[in-house]
C-alpha cells in the first residue's frame, strides 16, 4: 500500500502564489509518473500538471505559463508552484502516482495508481 500525503494548500489572494507538495511513501518499488488533479464543485476532476519519470512535464492549458511541476524522485516528492493564480483556480487539488510494486511472494512486479487526500486552494479577495 502507498501512502500520499499532501500539504501546503490554503487561502490567497488573487495574482498570489501557492506550492504545493506531494510525499509517498510504502510499499514502492518505482514510481513512473507523478500529477496534480483538481476537483471543482459541480465539475469532473481535471488534471493539472504531470511529470513522467524521465522529467517530462504537461500541462493543462489553463495553467501553462503559470504553474510549474517539478519532482524528486530520491525523495518520492512532486511539487507544483503555482504563481498568478486566478479565482478559477479555487479547487481541490489531488496528488497522484502512476508506481511500481514489487510483491515478494512470488507475484512479481504490478504497476498501480494511488491518489492523495486533496488539499484545498482557494483563490479569492
Known amino acids: 500500500q502507498v501512502q500520499l500525503v499532501e500539504s501546503g494548500g490554503g487561502l490567497v489572494q488573487p495574482g498570489g502564489s501557492l506550492g504545493l507538495s506531494c510525499v509517498a511513501s510504502?510499499?514502492?518499488?518505482?514510481?513512473?509518473?507523478m500529477g496534480w488533479f483538481r476537483q471543482s464543485p459541480g465539475k469532473q476532476r481535471e488534471l493539472v500538471a504531470a511529470?513522467?519519470?524521465?522529467?517530462?512535464?504537461n500541462y493543462a492549458d489553463s495553467v501553462k505559463g503559470r504553474f510549474t511541476i517539478s519532482r524528486d524522485s530520491a525523495k518520492n516528492t512532486v511539487y507544483l508552484q503555482m504563481n498568478s493564480l486566478k479565482p478559477d483556480d479555487t479547487a481541490v487539488y489531488y496528488c497522484?502516482?502512476?508506481?511500481?510494486?514489487?510483491?515478494?511472494?512470488?507475484?512479481?512486479?504490478?504497476?498501480?495508481?494511488?491518489w492523495g487526500q486533496g488539499t484545498q486552494v482557494t483563490v479569492s479577495s
Open positions: 511529470i513522467s519519470s524521465a522529467g517530462n512535464t
Open positions: 497522484n502516482v502512476d508506481y511500481y510494486r514489487n510483491y515478494t511472494d512470488g507475484r512479481g512486479i504490478e504497476r498501480l495508481n494511488s
Open positions: 510504502g510499499s514502492i518499488f518505482s514510481i513512473n509518473a
